[in-house]
Nanobody
């Protein structure tokens, strides 16, 4: 089992940047695919970016591809989501998720991820 804790959220003005972090603890010796999702009020959980469990392949949702970067520091058991040129529509709770994986696949569906953090709020004002 693995525990995930997100950090780095906050309130920013449109055009600003944030770097979210997700620290994993517990059984981190296993390979995990990691994903970032977000959920705005009244909406479903939306895939933002993910990284594969074995080779670091990264998949970023098309709607944020030019503004979002995901990275992984295996030594720190931490993944990051860098969001630039933030827009009010980026306002949401951002969640980190993990699933056991030994492939290069980057799952985009929330229902396949087993472990979830509690989320970090990102609020972008115009």
């Amino acid at each position: 089992q693995v525990q995930l804790v997100e950090s780095g959220g906050g309130a920013v003005q449109a055009g600003g940047s944030l770097r979210l972090a997700c620290a994993a603890s517990g059984r981190t010796s296993s390979n995990y695919a990691m994903g970032w999702f977000r959920q705005a009020p009244g909406k479903g959980r939306e895939f933002v970016a993910g990284i594969s469990g074995i080779d670091g392949r990264i998949n970023v949702e098309d709607s944020v591809k030019d503004r979002a970067t995901m990275s992984r520091d295996r030594a720190k058991n931490t993944v990051y989501l860098q969001m630039n040129s933030l827009k009010p529509e980026d306002t949401a709770v951002y969640y980190c998720a993990a699933k056991h994986s030994y492939t290069s696949a980057v799952p985009t569906g929330a229902n396949v991820y087993l472990y979830w953090g509690r989320g970090t709020q990102v609020t972008v004002s115009s």
